[in-house]
């Protein structure tokens, strides 16, 4: 028994190092490696096609602000020091930039430009981070008649990129990611789907649902529970 533990757990530990190895490639890889990274962290089960949605995200924030892109010698450090966290911190500004566009009231229009932008400049649109959107922009809005009768298109990713990018800026400025189950003041539980932030730091209100209740509510950050209060 205890050697077939031992190997199991040698087994479990080659799993992980080869997992962190392959995470270290993507982490140093540039934005168009991060959205990889980033679906291997936190989405491994989100819907197909949040990488490719996320790049497009990525490509129209550093069209608009190329300041967003980390330091590559920070990036470099980071790798070489196993440090996924600091991967993380370093991109904070890109991911943040890329929610902000997920957050307004309309989304295509924080996009459109860019891609306007991009089907004009072929040598911008043949660049690692941008190449492609255009077309996926494209192929996500041709419409095509569905197995109803009715015409539709493919769309966007929209709540499992969302999901994706608000667990990553979680991760470092703290808070409570979607999917999460929190417990309120007033003894009441719900279910985070979403996060907004006013500031910097941690997200000052969510969206959550109440069981038996389908209807999205503003929740607080200051109206959750910590883990120390007591029930």
């Known amino acids: 028994m ?20 392959y995470h270290l490639r993507l982490a140093g890889g540039g934005p168009q490696s991060r959205v990889w990274l980033l679906r291997e962290r936190y989405g491994r089960h989100s819907a197909h096609g949040t990488e490719r949605f996320l790049q497009l995200l990525y490509g129209a924030a550093l069209w608009t602000d190329p300041g967003l892109l980390p330091d590559e010698e920070e990036i470099a450090a980071a790798v070489e020091n196993v440090d996924l966290g600091a991967i993380d911190v370093a991109y904070l500004p890109l991911d943040r930039a890329a929610l902000d566009i997920l957050h307004r009231p309309t989304w295509q229009d924080g996009v459109e430009p860019y891609i306007t932008h991009l089907m004009q400049n072929e040598k911008m649109s ?24 009715y015409h539709t298109s493919r769309g966007f990713p929209f709540l499992a990129t969302q999901a994706l990018l608000e667990a990553a800026v979680i991760s470092v400025t703290g808070g409570y990611p979607p999917k999460s189950r929190v417990r309120l003041h007033d003894g009441r539980t719900a279910v985070i789907d979403s996060a907004r932030w006013a500031r910097d730091g941690a997200p000052d209100h969510y969206l959550g649902r109440f069981p038996g209740d389908a209807a999205e509510h503003t929740i607080g950050a200051n109206e ?4 120390d209060e007591p029930r």
């Open 2 to 21: 205890t050697e077939n533990h031992e190997t199991t757990d040698v087994q479990q530990l080659t799993v992980e190092l080869r997992q962190r190895e």
């Open 126 to 149: 043949r660049q690692p981070l941008h190449q492609g959107n255009a077309a996926y922009w494209r192929e996500a809005h041709r419409t095509y008649r569905d197995i109803d009768g």
């Open 224 to 227: 959750i529970a910590g883990p």
